[in-house]
């Protein structure tokens, strides 16, 4: 019998008998081994489509051309540490080992690294990614702060190996010198994005009366380089990190020309270091000449307000009347009211000595000796009703007072002693109410009604109370504990 293979050729059957025979397993081995063996470490271009980043921390993406595609997976242990995560439509060069997946029998890339693949990716991911934090609002003027016209400490991200800082240190010396707390970071290359975003989190985390005090305005800064040397202060976690900011926020950021997603969401964009101190603070000098010339104003504005003043009274002055004839109707009047006071005086006098003269013609001794008995009599009367009444009230008192003295005594402890009881107190001081609260070798200290003794509690079982029956009749109120 023969057989045709799909070129064409005839193969003959006897030869195809002679060939091996291998499990699925086996076979999904085999080529898994062929691959790796064959593409142990490559590098691909291509479209990233169809990421997914599951639960379990991986991520699946699909590499394309216009002819083919290729599975990928970056475990998650991986993940972090790209320097650029897949994003769907990103041109990216992957770099990883090609191996096989045996459960649905196909191959894939296992990826190590992610790259752009040119400025053009770079800039269509910034493009996206600025569109995106935009319709978030992030850049809008509404969410930016002012920044304060004299702050007391000034915070500074950047390099401290660069000229930037010394800039900065420079400028701020010359115009109006102040304290300024320098956070170092790594401005560019795989770390820069998380030392930045550390560095704004330490120091709005600071307080403002700490050892080391918040500063009043933050200044992130780096000199100028290349597009790919900015990207840093282009990232996501940057730029919310930036906007999250309590702190007034100033970026400087390469040249002029120089543009980063960090000076859309900043409060205030400077086109370089130098510039960015010069936004911090005024200058000294100006500041104190703004200062003379207003203080200058304020005196001659003042000079004028009281000469207006002056010359607004000295007109009301002018139209005021004379004193003297103010005061020469008030004087009349006084002179004729001081006229009729010593005849009104003079008529009183000998009135009120006619009424005096008139009483004493009525004053006899032997009426006002009567007068004198009478109220003697009531005043002695109204004494005897006083101490009569005094001392009942003073019996009465006493009577009740022995009334409640012999009560008192009756429901005194002291009167329960008498009758045989004892009180028995721990060597704490607090009662033994229940034999249960004894314990055995316990001191303990017995009080009579003639005096104390202290005993030991020896060792012997508690008995028990029998309980009591329930009355069937009213419930009466319990006595109550007398200590």
Not at 215 to 224: C, E, N, Q, S
Not at 268 to 275: D, E, H, I, S, W
């Amino acid at each position: 019998m023969i057989n045709e293979t799909p070129k064409g050729e005839p193969v003959h059957q006897s030869s195809t008998e002679n060939l091996p025979e291998f499990s699925v397993s086996e076979i999904s081995r085999l080529l898994k081994r062929t691959v790796e063996e064959a593409f142990p470490y490559v590098r691909i271009r291509g479209e990233v489509s169809r990421v997914n980043r599951h639960s379990s921390g991986h991520c699946y993406f699909d590499l394309k051309d216009d002819k083919a595609v290729i599975a990928s997976v970056v475990w998650k242990g991986n993940f972090d540490k790209l320097a650029v995560k897949p994003e769907q439509g990103l041109e990216v060069v992957c770099t990883g080992r090609v191996t096989t997946y045996q459960g649905q029998s196909k191959y894939q890339i296992v990826v190590e690294r992610v790259e752009l693949a040119g400025l053009g990716a770079l800039m269509a991911m910034l493009e996206e990614r600025k569109k995106r934090l935009a319709e978030e609002g992030l850049f809008t003027e509404a969410r930016k702060q002012l920044i304060p016209y004299l702050p007391q400490i000034v915070g500074v991200v950047t390099s401290p190996t660069g000229v930037v800082i010394r800039d900065i240190m420079h400028r701020l010396e010359d115009r109006f010198p102040r304290r300024v707390l320098l956070w170092p970071v790594k401005v560019q290359g795989e770390h820069a994005p998380a030392n930045i975003v550390s560095a704004i989190k330490g120091f709005n985390a600071l307080k403002p009366s700490g050892v080391v005090p918040r500063p009043d305005v933050l200044i992130i800064a780096r000199g100028g380089g290349s597009f790919e040397d900015l990207l840093a202060f282009s990232e996501e976690s940057v730029v919310r990190a930036a906007s999250a900011s309590k702190i007034p926020l100033i970026s400087a950021v390469g040249h002029e020309t120089d543009t980063t997603l960090i000076d859309l969401v900043s409060d205030k964009r400077a086109p370089t270091p130098t510039a960015a101190a010069e936004m911090a603070v005024p200058v000294l000098r100006d500041l104190m000449g703004a200062l003379i010339d207003l203080q200058s104003r304020l005196l001659r504005g003042v000079s004028r307000d009281i000469e207006r003043r002056k010359q607004a009274l000295s007109g009301l002055v002018r139209a005021l009347p004379r004193t003297d004839a103010v005061l020469a109707l008030s004087r009349q009047r006084f002179d004729a009211a001081a006229e009729r006071l010593r005849g009104a005086l003079n008529q009183n006098l000998q009135r009120h000595g006619t009424r005096l003269a008139r009483s004493g013609t009525l004053l006899r001794p032997r009426l006002v000796g009567e007068e004198m008995m009478k109220r003697r009599d009531q005043v002695s009367k109204l004494d005897a009703r006083l101490h009569r009444a005094y001392r009942q009230c003073v019996g009465e008192a006493a009577h009740r007072l022995s009334v409640h003295t012999r009560l008192l005594e009756g429901v005194s402890y002291r009167a329960i002693l008498q009758r045989g009881f004892v009180i028995v107190k721990g060597a704490d001081g607090i009662v033994r109410r229940r034999a249960s609260a004894v314990k055995s070798s316990e001191a303990l200290q017995l009080t009579f009604t003639d005096g104390q003794v202290g005993v030991i509690a020896g060792k012997g079982l508690t008995k028990q109370a029998p309980p009591r029956r329930k009355s069937r009749g009213p419930s009466k109120t319990p006595q109550g504990d007398l200590f």
